[in-house]
Antibody, heavy 125, light 106 residues
Framework: QVTLRESGPALVKRTQTLTLTCTFSGFSLSSSGMGVSWIRQPPGKALEWLARIDWDDDEFYSKSLKTRLSISKDTSKNQVVLTMTNMDPMDTGTYYC?????????????????WGQGTTVTVSS | EILLTQSPATVSLSPGERATLSCRASESVTSYLAWYQQKPGQAPRLLIYDGSKRATGIPARFSGSGAGTDFTLTISSLEPEDFAVYYCHQRSNWPGFGPGTRVDVK
């Protein structure tokens, strides 16, 4: 059974750096095609994709946020860490991690098939 | 950067009716597109991947079609639990979500 769980501070102050951890089980991030994405959702608004790290250590970022984001993985701990610098009240919302996979040889995108429950982050001014 | 637009923004339908949701990409995403359903207070759920393949456990009333820049999610006969917000997402280049389509009860 594949599961993911987000953890991190519920409250951060403006200009601080946010560090979120996604702890997963049921799959290996060193297996071909595997990836983990971070997605966020401000209250009442749409989903926003933030970043992804793949089995081969490739990193991908939102174009609008890439200067503030960093993603890393610890395969031995089954964890993916997202850091976001210079936090602002506009960054308040629910942050999700999700397994995000492709079938490499078939050029097939399998989607973000398993999501964590999300963690709520509030940025105070 | 590839931008996704979804239409309509909101659609009001009755149970049993057919829903047709559109997602258009600013340039080709080949088939690297997925559809998600989100209900209030819940994480999104994968419905369709690779443009047209139903995810595990998704009822047959959900279907996806399209490739390149134009994609459609069809719900053949709306059940009460289908009233939700639907998002498309592309993983091709600078991944991102569309703004969503809300399916409301008429």
């Amino acid at each position: 059974q594949v599961t993911l769980r987000e953890s991190g501070p519920a409250l951060v102050k403006r200009t601080q750096t946010l560090t979120l951890t996604c702890t997963f089980s049921g799959f290996s991030l060193s297996s071909s095609g595997m990836g983990v994405s971070w997605i966020r959702q401000p209250p009442g608004k749409a989903l926003e994709w933030l970043a992804r790290i793949d089995w081969d250590d490739d990193e991908f970022y939102s174009k609008s946020l890439k200067t503030r984001l960093s993603i890393s993985k610890d395969t031995s701990k089954n964890q993916v860490v997202l850091t976001m610098t210079n936090m602002d009240p506009m960054d308040t919302g629910t942050y999700y991690c999700a397994r995000d996979t492709v079938v490499v040889d078939a050029y097939q995108y399998n989607g973000m098939d398993v999501w964590g429950q999300g963690t709520t982050v509030t940025v105070s001014s | 950067e590839i931008l996704l637009t979804q239409s309509p923004a909101t659609v009001s339908l009755s149970p049993g009716e057919r829903a047709t949701l559109s997602c258009r990409a600013s340039e080709s995403v080949t088939s690297y597109l997925a559809w998600y359903q989100q209900k209030p207070g819940q994480a999104p759920r994968l419905l369709i991947y690779d443009g047209s393949k139903r995810a595990t456990g998704i009822p047959a009333r959900f279907s996806g079609s399209g490739a390149g820049t134009d994609f459609t999610l069809t719900i053949s006969s709306l059940e009460p639990e289908d009233f939700a917000v639907y998002y498309c997402h592309q993983r091709s280049n600078w991944p991102g979500f569309g703004p969503g389509t809300r399916v409301d009860v008429k």
